[in-house]
């Protein structure tokens, strides 16, 4: 799993190295994935999924950990190989 932003502002905003690597990519609302199929257009992306979490919330908020972590969990099958 990796992180990655689509603002400029973003510690490590998303590459076509991260593209390259994802199976799937996770967003919070649907503005982001406008916006990351605005920055690699015209190239084939993983599957884009929002996690229909409004981006209202400050750093690291504890409600926003937790909207993240339960939004992921749903989309991300454990691995039986574990």
């Given at each position: 799993?990796?992180?990655?932003?689509?603002?400029?502002?973003?510690?490590?905003?998303?590459?076509?190295?991260?593209?390259?690597?994802?199976?799937?990519?996770?967003?919070?609302?649907?503005?982001?994935?406008?916006?990351?199929?605005?920055?690699?257009?015209?190239?084939?992306?993983?599957?884009?999924?929002?996690?229909?979490?409004?981006?209202?919330?400050?750093y690291m908020d504890e409600e926003l950990i937790e909207l993240i972590r339960s939004g992921v969990e749903y989309?991300?099958?454990?691995?039986?190989?574990?």
């Amino acid at each position: 799993m990796r992180s990655a932003g689509v603002s400029e502002k973003s510690p490590h905003q998303i590459s076509n190295a991260d593209v390259n690597w994802a199976d799937l990519i996770l967003v919070m609302e649907n503005e982001h994935k406008s916006r990351i199929q605005g920055l690699f257009t015209g190239r084939r992306l993983p599957e884009i999924r929002s996690l229909e979490i409004p981006d209202k919330y400050e750093y690291m908020d504890e409600e926003l950990i937790e909207l993240i972590r339960s939004g992921v969990e749903y989309h991300i099958k454990p691995s039986s190989n574990l």
